[in-house]
């Protein structure tokens, strides 16, 4: 009896569907079944994600969607120098493998990164290694004691500020035994107002100084202040360089600053205004810095340590990856486009910090290139930086380079634009990149992108409901950008650099939310405008 009346109950059911609904004598129509659809199912390219070992194999919510959405994974550390580099110069790729391994099993496209970067590298290690310079007996300042020049100025020396107003502070003669400290004269500085962070605004300067482009030097020379707690920086002119600021004492001491040159004439400069005190410098000194063995003697050495470097790490993963990202971040932001040196990169001497090209300048590109694709030629190669939507200079010193390395031999198949942005980058600037990365003929990927709402750097936000959409309309803008500009046979494929937001480097604890999920897995607006964009059939 119960079954008849189940199937009565459904019978009425059906002609109730049925049933007219509206005044045309049309019937009410069964809403179709949508499909759902995936990022990597909507994408005419390779659309990947960065992804740690945590990420990718021990968190199930992120695994789950990194398997479930996209087709290709970048390791997010795991394949860096310092990861696969042991201290002592070893190489251990078990983290590595089982990523990889892993990404096979799910057939999902392994775009490795990376083999030669200043960062996350083992610099003590690779240093250690490297022959010690020494400065050259020659010393390139003339006037070097102040000895010269008559009771308010110096030869070869010009006074650039003193204060504000002008005059405030004064530059004249020391002398005595008190305030020289060799020969009959020093330079005296009496600043008596603490300008806190503008040092410029007390400046002496030394002429111009003629200085080989990339070449090192070693800038000394000795100071004492009337009280303690003084401080003094030395910068240059007039491609600006920065000392740190130096505490200065009341006995003389040495204070030496090492600087690859980036102009043939070159100034340096002593600022003094952060605080008030007087101020006696004697005894400055410029010299090239000279290797043991011959100045080629380190250029052969980081040769030979890259091309072992390289051989290692993509021979080990021949045929396991897509690509890879050879050289990453080769160009610094002062001044934009510059290749790096030890001067214009930050940090430079530290433990996990090592400029390949202030050993091999210009060469660096071509070797590496060379090296990489002797040891997996069927790999795609890529130069890879950042800012390169923002900053023109970058962008257009980086595409000459490239066009400079293949004309010498070097297989580049093609540029990677990270696109760390926020929700303010300019569009027209994020149009104009792609449309010169495109003119090259090369291949072009969105190797890192996420796209931050903290425009304040707060300390913490609220992802609100409005940031979101702008969030969600500026990740609409890229993915249409990148498909509009360039052409479908140059598009490698777009890599959102991490899966939930409290993954991403950017989240710092609740400061920014960057990526296409939340941390519990749940879509972003972010996420439904990228599937908008990628359905969109450009």
């Not at 008559?150 to 107003?165: E, H």
């Not at 569009?427 to 072009?444: N, P, S």
Request: proline share 3%; hydrophobic share 40%; aromatic share 8%.
């Amino acid at each position: 009896m119960k079954k008849r009346i189940l199937g009565f109950v459904l019978l009425l059911a059906v002609a109730s569907a049925c049933k007219k609904g509206d005044d045309n004598g049309g019937t009410t129509p069964v809403p179709p079944v949508v499909e759902a659809t995936t990022l990597k199912g909507a994408a005419t390219f390779p659309i990947a994600v960065a992804g740690s070992n945590n990420a990718f194999l021990t968190n199930a919510i992120s695994s789950t969607v990194l398997r479930g959405e996209f087709n290709g994974i970048t390791f997010e550390n795991e394949m860096k120098n310092s990861s696969l580099v042991t201290s002592s110069g070893g190489f251990n790729f078990a983290t590595a493998d089982a990523m990889v391994a892993a990404a096979q099993a799910a057939n999902i496209q392994v775009h490795a990164h990376v083999l030669a970067w200043h960062s996350q590298s083992q610099g003590t290690y690779y240093r250690s290694i490297l022959s010690a310079a020494t400065p050259s007996g020659t010393n390139l300042i003339p006037n070097p004691g102040f000895e010269t020049g008559d009771a308010v100025s110096f030869g070869n020396f010009t006074i650039l500020n003193t204060g504000n107003p002008a005059g405030t502070a004064s530059v004249t003669v020391g002398a005595g035994t008190a305030e020289v400290r060799s020969g009959t004269r020093s330079m005296k500085v009496v600043n008596p107002t603490a300008y806190n962070t503008e040092q410029w605004r007390v400046q002496v300067a030394t002429d111009p100084i003629p200085l080989t482009v990339g070449k090192q030097y070693q800038v000394s020379y000795w100071v004492k202040a009337a009280t303690a707690n003084g401080s003094i920086r030395l910068s240059t002119q007039p491609s600006a360089l920065y000392q740190a600021d130096q505490t200065i004492g009341t006995a003389w001491q040495q204070v030496v600053w090492l600087i690859t040159a980036n102009e043939a004439q070159t100034r340096i400069v002593f600022d003094m205004g952060r605080t008030n005190n007087t101020y006696y410098i004697d005894d400055v000194s410029v010299n090239e810095l000279i290797s043991a063995g011959g100045p080629t003697n380190n250029y052969t050495k980081v040769d030979s340590l890259l091309k072992n470097n390289i051989q290692q790490i993509a021979g080990h993963f021949k045929g396991k990856v897509r690509g890879w990202d050879v050289i990453n971040e080769m160009f610094s932001d002062g001044p934009a486009g510059a290749i790096r040196n030890n001067t214009n990169t930050a940090n430079a001497t530290a433990n996990d910090v090592f400029v390949w090209s202030a050993y091999l300048g210009r060469d660096f590109g071509v070797k590496a290139f060379k090296y990489a694709a002797e040891a997996d030629p069927s790999a795609k190669l890529f130069i890879n930086d950042y800012n390169l939507e923002s900053s023109t200079a970058k962008l257009d010193s980086l595409i000459s380079y490239v066009a400079e390395i293949r004309s010498k031999g070097a297989k580049v198949d093609g540029i990677g634009t990270q696109m760390h942005i926020s929700i303010s980058t300019n569009k027209d600037q994020i149009d104009t990149h792609f449309r010169k990365l495109a003119a090259t003929g090369l291949l072009v990927h969105v190797s890192e992108l996420d796209i931050g709402v903290n425009t304040t750097n707060a300390t913490s936000l609220t992802l609100t409901d409005a940031l979101e959409t702008t969030q969600a309309e500026m990740y609409s803008y890229v993915v249409t950008s990148y498909m509009r500009n360039v052409p479908k046979a140059q598009r490698y494929g777009i890599t959102i650099w991490g899966i939930l937001d409290d993954q991403s480097w950017r989240y710092r604890s609740g400061a920014d939310y960057p990526l296409l999920f939340n941390p519990a897995g749940t879509k972003k607006k972010a996420y439904n405008a990228v599937l908008s964009a990628l359905k969109s059939g450009l």
